[in-house]
């Protein structure tokens, strides 16, 4: 059983930042998928960056890209999203996820992470 474990939200003004950590019960994450999803008031759960621990690779989604930045630490098992030049659109409960696949193929789709974090608010003003 994996415990994710969220923490890093808060409430910033428009253009400003914040970093999300996601830390793991696992003595290792070697083989899994993490991903950062979020869920804004009213509206489905969406994609928001992923990271094969594994091979290293990360993704996207687009409305994020070039603002957001996930990475990880291997020593401590945590995976972070930086996030800059936060909207008020970025406002949302955001939510850490994680998936054994050891071919490290990183999935936006929110039905093939089996296991989840508790999430954590973020709030951007304008």
């Known amino acids: 059983q994996v415990q994710l474990t969220e923490s890093g939200g808060g409430v910033v003004q428009a253009g400003g930042s914040l970093r999300l950590s996601c830390a793991a019960s696992l003595r290792t994450l070697s083989g899994y998928i993490m991903g950062w999803f979020r869920q804004a008031p009213g509206k489905e759960r969406e994609f928001v960056a992923g990271?094969?621990?594994?091979?290293?690779?990360?993704g996207y989604a687009d409305s994020v890209k070039g603002r957001f930045t996930i990475s990880r630490d291997n020593a401590k098992l945590m995976v972070y999203l930086q996030m800059n030049s936060l909207k008020p659109e970025d406002t949302a409960v955001y939510y850490c996820?994680?998936?054994?696949?050891?071919?490290?193929?990183?999935?936006?789709?929110?039905?093939?992470?089996?296991?989840w974090g508790q999430g954590t608010q973020v709030t951007v003003s304008s």
């Open positions: 996820a994680a998936d054994f696949r050891p071919f490290g193929i990183i999935t936006t789709e929110k039905n093939k992470y089996g296991y």
């Open positions: 990271l094969s621990w594994s091979g290293g690779g990360t």
